[in-house]
T-cell receptor
Protein backbone atom coordinates (compact mmCIF):
# COMPACT_ATOMS: atom_id res chain seq x y z
CA UNK A 1 0.00 0.00 0.00
CA UNK A 2 1.56 3.27 -1.20
CA UNK A 3 -0.53 5.47 1.09
CA UNK A 4 -2.11 7.26 -1.88
CA UNK A 5 -5.84 6.72 -2.25
CA UNK A 6 -8.01 7.25 -5.30
CA UNK A 7 -11.76 7.13 -5.73
CA UNK A 8 -13.68 5.73 -7.43
CA UNK A 9 -11.88 2.55 -8.50
CA UNK A 10 -14.07 2.11 -11.54
CA UNK A 11 -16.26 4.52 -13.46
CA UNK A 12 -18.53 3.84 -16.41
CA UNK A 13 -20.14 6.76 -18.15
CA UNK A 14 -21.40 7.92 -21.54
CA UNK A 15 -19.91 10.19 -24.16
CA UNK A 16 -20.47 13.87 -23.50
CA UNK A 17 -20.65 13.44 -19.73
CA UNK A 18 -18.45 14.93 -17.02
CA UNK A 19 -16.72 13.03 -14.21
CA UNK A 20 -14.53 13.90 -11.23
CA UNK A 21 -11.70 11.71 -10.01
CA UNK A 22 -10.38 12.18 -6.50
CA UNK A 23 -6.95 11.64 -5.01
CA UNK A 24 -5.66 11.83 -1.45
CA UNK A 25 -1.86 11.99 -1.24
CA UNK A 26 0.34 10.35 1.37
CA UNK A 27 0.34 12.18 4.65
CA UNK A 28 2.63 15.19 4.41
CA UNK A 29 3.24 15.02 0.65
CA UNK A 30 2.73 18.43 -0.94
CA UNK A 31 3.06 17.38 -4.58
CA UNK A 32 0.32 15.61 -6.50
CA UNK A 33 0.68 14.34 -10.04
CA UNK A 34 -1.94 13.00 -12.46
CA UNK A 35 -1.20 10.48 -15.19
CA UNK A 36 -3.23 8.77 -17.89
CA UNK A 37 -2.49 5.23 -19.05
CA UNK A 38 -4.11 4.12 -22.29
CA UNK A 39 -3.34 1.23 -24.59
CA UNK A 40 -2.24 3.40 -27.50
CA UNK A 41 -0.46 6.25 -25.64
CA UNK A 42 1.12 4.42 -22.72
CA UNK A 43 1.65 6.29 -19.46
CA UNK A 44 1.46 10.04 -19.91
CA UNK A 45 1.95 12.86 -17.43
CA UNK A 46 -1.04 15.22 -17.26
CA UNK A 47 -0.46 17.81 -14.56
CA UNK A 48 1.31 18.48 -11.25
CA UNK A 49 0.25 20.51 -8.25
CA UNK A 50 2.41 21.60 -5.37
CA UNK A 51 0.76 22.88 -2.20
CA UNK A 52 -2.29 24.09 -4.09
CA UNK A 53 -0.49 25.69 -7.01
CA UNK A 54 -0.13 24.30 -10.52
CA UNK A 55 3.55 23.40 -10.98
CA UNK A 56 3.82 21.65 -14.36
CA UNK A 57 1.54 20.77 -17.22
CA UNK A 58 1.89 17.87 -19.61
CA UNK A 59 -0.35 16.42 -22.29
CA UNK A 60 -3.57 17.51 -20.66
CA UNK A 61 -6.53 18.27 -22.89
CA UNK A 62 -8.44 21.53 -22.53
CA UNK A 63 -11.51 19.46 -21.62
CA UNK A 64 -9.63 18.27 -18.53
CA UNK A 65 -8.86 20.35 -15.46
CA UNK A 66 -7.50 19.71 -12.01
CA UNK A 67 -7.10 21.41 -8.68
CA UNK A 68 -5.50 20.78 -5.31
CA UNK A 69 -7.38 21.84 -2.21
CA UNK A 70 -6.04 23.28 1.09
CA UNK A 71 -6.18 19.82 2.68
CA UNK A 72 -3.90 18.70 -0.22
CA UNK A 73 -6.35 16.31 -1.82
CA UNK A 74 -6.73 16.75 -5.55
CA UNK A 75 -9.48 16.32 -8.11
CA UNK A 76 -9.21 15.73 -11.84
CA UNK A 77 -12.26 16.84 -13.79
CA UNK A 78 -12.90 15.33 -17.21
CA UNK A 79 -15.66 16.88 -19.31
CA UNK A 80 -17.29 16.34 -22.71
CA UNK A 81 -16.00 12.79 -22.50
CA UNK A 82 -15.10 10.91 -25.67
CA UNK A 83 -14.57 7.21 -26.28
CA UNK A 84 -10.82 7.84 -26.47
CA UNK A 85 -10.76 9.12 -22.89
CA UNK A 86 -11.27 5.57 -21.64
CA UNK A 87 -8.11 4.83 -19.69
CA UNK A 88 -6.59 4.17 -16.30
CA UNK A 89 -5.99 7.44 -14.45
CA UNK A 90 -3.30 7.46 -11.78
CA UNK A 91 -2.53 9.95 -9.09
CA UNK A 92 0.91 10.04 -7.47
CA UNK A 93 2.32 12.03 -4.60
CA UNK A 94 5.77 13.07 -3.54
CA UNK A 95 7.37 14.86 -0.62
CA UNK A 96 10.65 15.85 -2.18
CA UNK A 97 10.01 15.74 -5.92
CA UNK A 98 12.18 12.65 -6.09
CA UNK A 99 10.33 9.41 -5.41
CA UNK A 100 6.71 9.38 -6.60
CA UNK A 101 4.24 6.99 -4.98
CA UNK A 102 1.28 5.94 -7.08
CA UNK A 103 -2.30 5.31 -6.07
CA UNK A 104 -4.27 2.26 -7.29
CA UNK A 105 -5.80 4.20 -10.19
CA UNK A 106 -9.31 4.90 -11.44
CA UNK A 107 -10.39 2.86 -14.42
CA UNK A 108 -12.64 4.99 -16.65
CA UNK A 109 -14.78 3.48 -19.37
CA UNK A 110 -16.64 5.83 -21.70
CA UNK A 111 -19.42 4.16 -23.70
CA UNK B 1 11.49 16.41 -25.34
CA UNK B 2 13.44 13.62 -23.77
CA UNK B 3 13.03 10.15 -25.31
CA UNK B 4 13.00 6.96 -23.25
CA UNK B 5 13.51 3.50 -24.72
CA UNK B 6 13.29 0.17 -22.95
CA UNK B 7 14.50 -3.24 -24.00
CA UNK B 8 13.55 -5.94 -24.46
CA UNK B 9 9.85 -5.21 -25.03
CA UNK B 10 8.91 -8.71 -23.91
CA UNK B 11 10.71 -11.31 -21.81
CA UNK B 12 9.67 -14.82 -20.87
CA UNK B 13 11.63 -16.58 -18.15
CA UNK B 14 11.50 -19.80 -16.23
CA UNK B 15 11.20 -19.41 -12.48
CA UNK B 16 14.64 -19.10 -10.91
CA UNK B 17 16.28 -17.43 -13.92
CA UNK B 18 18.01 -14.06 -13.86
CA UNK B 19 17.29 -11.13 -16.17
CA UNK B 20 18.49 -7.66 -17.09
CA UNK B 21 16.17 -4.90 -18.28
CA UNK B 22 17.57 -1.81 -19.94
CA UNK B 23 16.42 1.82 -20.11
CA UNK B 24 18.05 4.32 -22.47
CA UNK B 25 17.31 8.03 -22.34
CA UNK B 26 18.22 10.77 -24.77
CA UNK B 27 19.23 13.60 -22.43
CA UNK B 28 20.60 14.22 -18.95
CA UNK B 29 18.17 13.57 -16.12
CA UNK B 30 17.86 14.54 -12.49
CA UNK B 31 15.35 11.84 -11.60
CA UNK B 32 15.01 8.25 -12.73
CA UNK B 33 12.69 5.67 -11.24
CA UNK B 34 11.90 2.06 -11.95
CA UNK B 35 8.35 0.83 -11.42
CA UNK B 36 6.66 -2.55 -11.55
CA UNK B 37 3.05 -2.65 -12.74
CA UNK B 38 1.51 -5.85 -11.47
CA UNK B 39 -1.22 -7.76 -13.33
CA UNK B 40 -3.84 -5.87 -11.29
CA UNK B 41 -2.57 -2.54 -12.61
CA UNK B 42 -0.91 -1.27 -9.46
CA UNK B 43 2.29 0.75 -10.05
CA UNK B 44 4.89 -0.08 -7.43
CA UNK B 45 7.97 2.03 -6.95
CA UNK B 46 11.13 -0.10 -7.08
CA UNK B 47 14.02 2.34 -7.14
CA UNK B 48 14.76 6.05 -7.23
CA UNK B 49 18.11 5.96 -8.97
CA UNK B 50 19.28 8.98 -11.02
CA UNK B 51 22.84 7.66 -10.68
CA UNK B 52 24.78 4.89 -9.01
CA UNK B 53 23.75 1.44 -7.84
CA UNK B 54 21.11 0.25 -5.39
CA UNK B 55 19.97 -3.15 -4.21
CA UNK B 56 16.77 -4.33 -2.62
CA UNK B 57 16.58 -8.07 -2.06
CA UNK B 58 16.59 -9.89 -5.38
CA UNK B 59 16.39 -6.64 -7.31
CA UNK B 60 19.17 -4.21 -8.06
CA UNK B 61 19.57 -1.24 -10.37
CA UNK B 62 22.43 0.70 -11.86
CA UNK B 63 22.27 4.05 -13.63
CA UNK B 64 25.22 5.37 -15.63
CA UNK B 65 24.08 8.95 -16.08
CA UNK B 66 27.04 9.98 -18.25
CA UNK B 67 26.14 7.24 -20.76
CA UNK B 68 22.38 7.78 -20.39
CA UNK B 69 21.23 4.33 -19.46
CA UNK B 70 19.93 2.40 -16.50
CA UNK B 71 19.75 -1.33 -15.87
CA UNK B 72 17.38 -3.29 -13.65
CA UNK B 73 18.55 -6.73 -12.55
CA UNK B 74 16.15 -9.39 -11.33
CA UNK B 75 17.73 -12.47 -9.82
CA UNK B 76 16.10 -15.82 -9.02
CA UNK B 77 12.87 -14.65 -10.62
CA UNK B 78 9.52 -15.68 -9.16
CA UNK B 79 6.08 -15.84 -10.75
CA UNK B 80 5.11 -12.80 -8.68
CA UNK B 81 7.71 -10.79 -10.61
CA UNK B 82 5.47 -10.99 -13.69
CA UNK B 83 4.09 -7.72 -14.98
CA UNK B 84 5.38 -4.67 -16.80
CA UNK B 85 8.52 -2.84 -15.73
CA UNK B 86 8.67 0.87 -16.49
CA UNK B 87 11.54 3.28 -16.40
CA UNK B 88 10.59 6.95 -15.93
CA UNK B 89 12.79 10.02 -16.09
CA UNK B 90 12.57 13.69 -15.24
CA UNK B 91 14.65 16.04 -17.34
CA UNK B 92 15.32 18.88 -14.89
CA UNK B 93 11.82 20.16 -14.35
CA UNK B 94 10.34 18.82 -17.53
CA UNK B 95 7.53 16.34 -17.29
CA UNK B 96 8.09 12.90 -15.87
CA UNK B 97 8.40 10.73 -19.02
CA UNK B 98 7.77 6.99 -18.98
CA UNK B 99 9.33 4.44 -21.28
CA UNK B 100 7.14 1.93 -23.13
CA UNK B 101 7.89 -0.79 -20.60
CA UNK B 102 9.21 -4.35 -20.61
CA UNK B 103 6.57 -7.04 -20.19
CA UNK B 104 7.97 -9.88 -18.08
CA UNK B 105 6.33 -13.28 -17.80
CA UNK B 106 7.82 -15.73 -15.30
CA UNK B 107 6.67 -19.29 -15.85
CA UNK B 108 6.44 -21.84 -13.00
Amino acid sequence: DSGVTQTPKHLITATGQRVTLRCSPRSGDLSVYWYQQSLDQGLQFLIQYYNGEERAKGNILERFSAQQFPDLHSELNLSSLELGDSALYFCASSATGETQYFGPGTRLLVL
Amino acid sequence: GIQVEQSPPDLILQEGANSTLRCNFSDSVNNLQWFHQNPWGQLINLFYIPSGTKQNGRLSATTVATERYSLLYISSSQTTDSGVYFCAVDNYGQNFVFGPGTRLSVLP
